[in-house]
């Protein structure tokens, strides 16, 4: 019998894709990856065992997504199409890769996911197995014609449900679906399809609407070494965090309660597809603010200008699965050398939805106070500016004489 690792959630999807697996004669190991979503992973567990399933891993693999793929996400500033902070695509590498590793263990010819095939992550799921087991079958339901002519919308696979005995918990209160982990949730389909249409104020799960938000703002210090967070230090507690996991918890807990990083987008699908989504990135948008602003302060203007011009690429790269290729080792092996100079600290004030830079030191500052100072002239002599205007304007003097002489 053919055996096959299915990347599990316990939601309607999946439960209905295990128990279509078990029908068509395989058999069936699931595999959850707590990367930190609200989630009861015993009930899905007992769940997926019902259904069929031989056997349920659960992985915690919160800490590894933060120390791996979150800071360096972090160290790149990453940013897709100057608002997305990739929440969903950084998650996809981890699970991934442990999906991989209990395919081996289990001697598995086949690995299987629940992804449409309209979206991205069916991409980056199967990039992600190709790469780390290129023998590897790989069996995706939703492209399968067997399988989507028989479950051409919800009220079939709940039918189906109901004849498998799968307990299904209704959400028609809530239509539009979401994909959570400790660094975001998303919310995507539905009403949302409509781009004009506001999402309701229900909707938002992590963060307090700013409005809302308290109207006292919270002061907090974060200490990056080498471009990573290395401690968290809480004003209003008092409290100071070093460990990685607990530095990002305490900033999503901090920026949940005072609304900081929502957005309303509609981006550009790696396959064509425009896609109206809706994200929460707590503490992502807190660790991005206080990176960009450390950086500005420590590297030099030139290098700077390359790892913006970079992390463009690499936002793109990241986001279109491809975590596991040679331009992403290649980009990373350059940042990494930026973030030697890395190293301070930020502070920063939280107040409804708003995160706002207070300060920062390193001692691998390039910032020269005497320089800068309009109320000092030592170090910079004045009368050198006006050589350099000189030499600045030769191309502009050309440019505006040749466009005359079109005219």
């Given at each position: 019998m053919s055996r096959v690792v299915l990347a599990y959630s316990?939601?309607?999807?999946?439960?209905?894709?295990?128990?279509?697996?078990?029908?068509?004669?395989?058999?069936?190991?699931?595999?959850?990856?707590?990367?930190?979503?609200?989630?009861?992973?015993?009930?899905?567990?007992?769940?997926?065992?019902?259904?069929?399933?031989?056997?349920?891993?659960?992985?915690?693999?919160r800490k590894e997504?933060?120390?791996?793929?979150?800071?360096?996400?972090?160290?790149?500033?990453?940013?897709?199409?100057?608002?997305?902070?990739?929440?969903?695509?950084?998650a996809r590498p981890i699970i991934t890769k442990t999906q991989i590793d209990i395919a081996i263990k289990e001697e598995c010819q086949y690995v299987a996911h629940g992804c449409t095939g309209k979206g991205n992550d069916q991409v980056?799921?199967?990039?992600?197995?190709?790469?780390?087991?290129?023998?590897?079958?790989?069996?995706?339901?939703?492209?399968?014609?067997?399988?989507?002519?028989?479950?051409?919308?919800?009220?079939?696979?709940?039918?189906?449900?109901?004849?498998?005995?799968?307990?299904?918990?209704?959400?028609?209160?809530?239509?539009?679906?979401?994909?959570?982990?400790?660094?975001?949730?998303?919310?995507?389909?539905?009403?949302?399809?409509?781009?004009?249409?506001?999402?309701?104020?229900?909707?938002?799960?992590?963060?307090?609407?700013?409005?809302?938000?308290?109207?006292?703002?919270?002061?907090?210090?974060i200490t990056f070494e080498n471009g990573i967070p290395t401690k968290l230090q809480i004003k209003s507690t008092q409290k100071t965090y070093t460990d990685a996991l607990e530095i990002f918890l305490e900033l999503n807990a901090q920026g949940r309660k005072h609304g900081v990083g929502r957005i309303d987008i509609v981006e550009n699908r790696f396959i064509g597809i425009k896609s109206r989504g809706c994200y929460e990135t707590p503490a992502g948008t807190i660790l991005r603010a206080a990176h960009v602003d450390l950086e500005g302060l420590v590297l030099d203007r030139e290098v700077r200008r390359l790892k913006d011009t970079l992390a463009q690429r690499l936002a793109e790269i990241v986001y279109n699965g491809l975590w596991y290729s040679a331009e992403r080792e290649f980009i990373m092996a350059?940042?990494?050398?930026?973030?030697?100079?890395?190293?301070?600290?930020?502070?920063?004030?939280?107040?409804?939805?708003?995160?706002?830079?207070?300060?920062?030191?390193?001692?691998?500052?390039?910032?020269?106070?005497k320089i800068a100072s309009m109320d000092e002239t030592d170090g910079f002599n004045p009368e050198a500016s006006d050589g350099f205007i000189r030499i600045q304007s030769i191309r502009l003097k050309a440019h505006v004489a040749q466009q005359k002489l079109l005219k």
């Open positions: 316990g939601g309607l999807d999946t439960s209905c894709i295990l128990a279509w697996l078990i029908e068509q004669g395989y058999e069936v190991i699931c595999y959850m990856a707590n990367i930190g979503q609200e989630e009861d992973f015993e009930a899905a567990r007992q769940k997926a065992l019902k259904i069929g399933a031989k056997k349920v891993y659960i992985e915690d693999l997504f933060i120390e791996t793929t979150v800071w360096a996400s972090v160290k790149s500033n990453l940013l897709y199409e100057g608002v997305y902070l990739l929440g969903t695509a950084l980056r799921f199967e990039l992600g197995y190709y790469a780390l087991h290129p023998g590897i079958k790989v069996i995706a339901p939703w492209r399968d014609p067997t399988f989507f002519n028989k479950f051409p919308g919800r009220p079939a696979l709940l039918k189906y449900a109901e004849e498998k005995g799968i307990p299904v918990v209704q959400t028609a209160a809530k239509p539009w679906s979401t994909d959570e982990n400790l660094y975001h949730i998303s919310y995507e389909a539905g009403i949302l399809e409509d781009p004009n249409t506001t999402p309701p104020k229900d909707m938002w799960k992590l963060t307090a609407n700013p409005e809302d938000a308290p109207n006292t703002p919270e002061h907090l210090e350059s940042v990494e050398h930026s973030q030697k100079v890395v190293n301070g600290v930020v502070k920063i004030k939280l107040y409804k939805g708003n995160c706002i830079i207070e300060g920062r030191s390193s001692p691998y500052s390039l910032y020269d106070e």
